[in-house]
């Protein structure tokens, strides 16, 4: 039976270490790092998360900044905003809540973004730095991925790691970090063929396909680390793209849904403000 890796817990505990170091990052420079969220429209979804953004920000000593714009905001409108908060001395990250009305487009919005504050790690520069090797800022699930892998205590050098899943924002970042840590990396997708075979033969199976409950236990190798990215609701429920109680009779460890990756995105969203305030703070210098 497998144990059962708690994204709530690590969470916490590294949301009481991080409290500790914008303290002392605040005594340090007479001023807290700054997040700021852009949100277009009325996306209910939208407007649960950036809430929970903010209250992280705020609980941990951070000053936080949320700007609303109506649902027909021109894209040169939103633009402009960004450039406001690129030149914002006060602001060390920003980040446009996606998805953005269908008017207006995403690409514009990131390639705007200056990188150095693009905390969400989705700019060109950013994943290219990832790719690269050179630091940047790394996009905040696929960072908490990784956090909840080293917890177990599992090395991942050398292991044979599956990543199914290849978007910009989930697959594409976790297979660079697991690659970064020395990992034998599988990518898959909707085309691969032998998805079972492929994924029976990982010792570390990170599930981001938005697929609730696909990965059965027959897709789950005997003492593997099992990584469930997946969030879709199902009559009400959040579930996983793993399907939780056959993969546990066969895994090592295994992160919940919810309660396991998800505390881990916005925990790794603060660590990256304080990492851009500290790296702007270096820059001033
Ligand atoms: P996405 O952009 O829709 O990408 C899904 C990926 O899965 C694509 O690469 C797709 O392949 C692949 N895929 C779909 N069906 C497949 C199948 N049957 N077999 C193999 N691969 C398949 O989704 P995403 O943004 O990466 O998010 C993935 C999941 O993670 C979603 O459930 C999302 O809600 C969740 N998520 C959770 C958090 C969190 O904080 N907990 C954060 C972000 C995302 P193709 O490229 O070939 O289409």
Same mark, same amino acid.
């Given at each position: 039976m497998a144990v059962i890796v708690s994204g709530k817990a690590l969470a916490e505990q590294i949301r009481g270490q991080l409290k500790e170091k914008v303290a002392a990052f605040e005594g340090e420079h007479g001023y807290a790092p700054g997040l700021a969220v852009i949100l277009v429209g009325d996306d209910p979804a939208s407007h649960v998360y950036v809430n929970n953004k903010e209250k992280a920000c705020v609980a941990l000593g951070m000053k936080s900044e949320v700007r609303c714009l109506p649902r027909e905001t021109t894209q040169e409108e939103l633009l402009a905003l960004v450039d406001e908060y690129n030149a914002r001395e006060d602001i060390h990250g920003l980040l446009v809540q996606f998805p953005l009305p269908e008017h207006l487009s995403q690409k514009a919005v990131l390639e705007r973004i200056d990188p150095r504050k693009d905390v969400d790690g989705l700019t060109v520069a950013n994943s290219g730095a990832l790719a690269s090797g050179l630091p940047g800022l790394v996009s905040c699930t696929p960072r908490g991925v990784i956090e909840l892998i080293r917890s177990t205590g599992v090395q991942m050098a050398g292991k044979n790691a599956v990543?199914? *899943?290849?978007?910009? @924002? &989930?697959?594409?970042?976790?297979?660079?970090?697991?690659?970064?840590?020395?990992?034998?990396?599988?990518?898959?997708?909707?085309?691969?063929?032998?998805?079972?075979?492929?994924?029976? *033969?990982?010792?570390? @199976? &990170?599930?981001a396909l938005g697929r609730p409950e696909f990965l059965t236990g027959e897709y789950i190798k005997e003492g593997a680390v099992v990584i469930d990215v997946g969030t879709s609701r199902v009559e009400g429920k959040l579930k996983g793209d793993v399907k939780f109680d056959e993969a546990e009779q066969k895994a090592a460890f295994i992160t919940p849904v919810p309660g396991g990756v998800g505390p881990m995105t916005i925990t790794m969203l603060l660590d990256n403000t304080l990492l851009a305030a500290q790296r702007q703070a270096e820059e001033r210098k």
């Open positions: 990543v199914v *899943g290849r978007s910009n @924002l &989930v697959g594409k970042p976790v297979a660079m970090l697991l690659l970064n840590e020395n990992a034998t990396v599988t990518m898959c997708h909707s085309k691969t063929q032998n998805l079972k075979e492929i994924c029976a *033969g990982a010792d570390i @199976l &990170v599930a």
